[in-house]
C-alpha cells in the first residue's frame, strides 16, 4: 500500500513571517508577510499555487529593489536563488484587484507585472514602496490608500459575497451549485465574481483550497487515506490533481524528488 514518505521541501512559506493588516487596510489586504534575507541559497525554493493576488517588495543585498505583482498561481514553481534577497508581500483581498490595480484579477491569473504599468491609485505608491523601510510603507499605506480608494456600496457587496463563498470553500469540499445557492446567487454570477475579484474560477479556487490543506498535514498514512481526508474521490483523484497542480506526483514531492528549478529572478523580472 502506498504511503506518503516525508522529505524536506523548502517553500517560501516556511519563512515567511505574517501579520494582519492594519484595520484601516482590512477591506484591501488581508496580510502582509516579510521574508528575510537567507544565506543557504543551496537548495530551491517552491513557490506553491495561490489564490492571492500579491504586491511584492522586493530588496537584494546589492542594493536593488523593485515592485511587482503576482497574480493567483494555478501551478507550483520551482525556483532557485542567484542572490540573497529580502521581500515584504502584501496579500490583497477577495474583490480588491480591481479597486486597488484597475484590472481584473483574472488578467493577473499565473503573471508578473511590475507595479508601475498598472492604472490603479496603488501604483501611485511605488515610490513609497521602494524607498521607504517595511514599517514605513505600512504606515503610509494605512494613512493615505484609504483616502484614494472609494469603498462603494457595489464593492462591499461583492466582498461580502466572495468572503462567505471563500470561507466555505475552504473549510470543505463542496460543490460550486450549492455554495451558489447558499449565496442566493447563480453560478453564473458566482463565477464571475471569483474571476473578477480573484482571478480563478471557484472550482480552480476549491483544488488550491484542498491542496493546501494536504500539504499543511502530511502524514505517513496510506495515499488512499489521505486522499479520503481531504475530499478526493479516490487516490487516483488526488494524484491526477496533484501532478496538474505541482508537477510531480505526491509520493515524489513528500520524499523531495521535485521538478528542475529555474532563477527566481525569471519570475520577478519577466
Known amino acids: 500500500m502506498s504511503v506518503l514518505s516525508i522529505a524536506p521541501v523548502r517553500t517560501t512559506e516556511q519563512f515567511e513571517q505574517l501579520r494582519e493588516a492594519p484595520a484601516a487596510l482590512r477591506p484591501w489586504v488581508t496580510g502582509i508577510g516579510r521574508i528575510p534575507f537567507l544565506d543557504d541559497l543551496t537548495e530551491p525554493f517552491t513557490h506553491i499555487p495561490q489564490a492571492v493576488t500579491t504586491v511584492v517588495v522586493r530588496a537584494e543585498r546589492s542594493g536593488r529593489r523593485d515592485v511587482v505583482v503576482v497574480g493567483p498561481r494555478t501551478r507550483a514553481t520551482y525556483k532557485r536563488a542567484e542572490e540573497s534577497a529580502a521581500c515584504q508581500r502584501l496579500r490583497l483581498a ?100 471569483f474571476a473578477t475579484g480573484i482571478g480563478l474560477s471557484p ?36 494524484t491526477a490533481e496533484f501532478r496538474t497542480l505541482m508537477g510531480t506526483a505526491p509520493s515524489a514531492y513528500f520524499r523531495g524528488a521535485l521538478p528542475a528549478s529555474t532563477p527566481c529572478a525569471t519570475e520577478l523580472r519577466s
Open 203 to 238: 472550482k480552480q479556487f476549491a483544488r488550491i483550497g484542498r491542496l493546501h490543506r494536504v500539504l499543511a498535514d502530511p502524514t505517513a498514512a496510506p495515499l488512499a487515506t489521505t486522499a479520503a481526508t481531504h475530499g478526493y474521490y479516490d487516490q487516483s483523484h488526488m
Open 94 to 193: 477577495p474583490a480588491a484587484v480591481r479597486p486597488l490595480l484597475g484590472v481584473a484579477a483574472v488578467e493577473l491569473t499565473d503573471r508578473v507585472r511590475p507595479l508601475a504599468d498598472f492604472p490603479g491609485p496603488l501604483a501611485g505608491f511605488e515610490d513609497q514602496l521602494l524607498h521607504s523601510t517595511p514599517d514605513q510603507a505600512v504606515r503610509i499605506l494605512e494613512y493615505a490608500l484609504p483616502q484614494a480608494l472609494s469603498d462603494d456600496a457595489d464593492h462591499r457587496a461583492h466582498r461580502r459575497l466572495l468572503d462567505a463563498a471563500t470561507a466555505v470553500l475552504t473549510a470543505r469540499s463542496i460543490p460550486v451549485p450549492e455554495v451558489a445557492a447558499r449565496l442566493a446567487v447563480s453560478e453564473r454570477q458566482l463565477r464571475t465574481l
